[in-house]
């Protein structure tokens, strides 16, 4: 039986990939996983909770049992927690610098594994992350690994933070990445690094439509 193909998306926080993987996936016809919505809303979770980052067995049953689900399709996608919309609040710049805290727990990882494959249904996923290419998906027939510089991306987030009304200045939002990523990169599992056979594409300085066409070449010649 043909296995049903995933498109995986990773790279550091406010590169684009979420919105070139929503634009492909709507595209395709495929379903969507956004990884760092799960571990967001892990995240906020623990913290109503009262959880912090070093209760690492607390936090990995939380995992097991979190009560998430999406809604809606790759066009407008909502985040559930116990049937609530937490879209705004898994965005909200405490919670991403405690995500990176806990995403970077072995066990927490290995309780939301199973979860995130489960996303892979037929026609197709295309799947945005940060360790898609590299352990959840490592038999994607395609591996992107997106880059830009930080001060590109800290504009890109900081456009996204005031369009839902979250007020933030470009300092602060370029030293939040700069540490996200480091955290993203040095953790001892599922580090952010490309997948062997991954193909780069560097979007400093390019528009959201040239890098998408650049990714429609390659989806094409591989599907
Ligand atoms: O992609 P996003 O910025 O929403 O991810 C938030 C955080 O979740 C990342 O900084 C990273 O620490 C974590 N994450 C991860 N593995 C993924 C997706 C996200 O560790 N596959």
């Not at 550091?12 to 799960?38: C, E, F, M, Q, Y």
């Not at 995403?103 to 309780?111: G, K, L, S, T």
């Not at 360790?131 to 027939?141: N, S």
Request: proline residues 5%; charged residues 25%; neutral net charge.
């Amino acid at each position: 039986m043909k296995a049903i193909p995933v498109i995986t998306l990773d790279g550091p926080g406010g590169v684009g990939k979420g919105t070139l993987s929503r634009l492909l996936a709507r595209d395709l016809g495929w379903h969507l996983l956004d990884s760092g919505a799960i571990y967001r809303a892990l995240a906020l979770a623990a913290q109503r909770a009262g959880l912090h980052a070093d209760e690492e067995a607390a936090l990995s049953d939380l995992a097991r049992a979190l009560p998430l689900s999406f809604r809606g399709d790759a066009d407008e996608t909502h985040v559930l927690l116990a049937g609530d919309s937490v879209d705004a609040e898994i965005r909200a710049p405490e919670i991403s610098a405690l995500t990176s805290q806990i995403a970077a727990i072995p066990m927490v990882r290995a309780a939301l594994l199973q979860r995130q494959r489960d996303f892979r249904r037929a026609p197709g996923l295309v799947a945005d992350g940060r360790d898609m290419g590299t352990v959840v998906f490592p038999d994607a027939p395609l591996k992107v690994f997106l880059t830009a510089s930080v001060e590109e991306r800290g504009k890109r987030r900081l456009n996204q933070l005031m369009e839902q009304g979250i007020s933030a200045n470009l300092a602060t939002v370029v030293a939040e990445i700069a540490e996200r990523d480091a955290r993203d990169q040095q953790r001892s599992v599922a580090p952010l690094r490309p997948a062997p056979g991954a193909r780069l594409l560097d979007t400093s300085g390019q528009s959201v439509s040239d890098t998408y066409r650049v990714l429609q070449g390659w989806v094409q010649s591989t599907l």
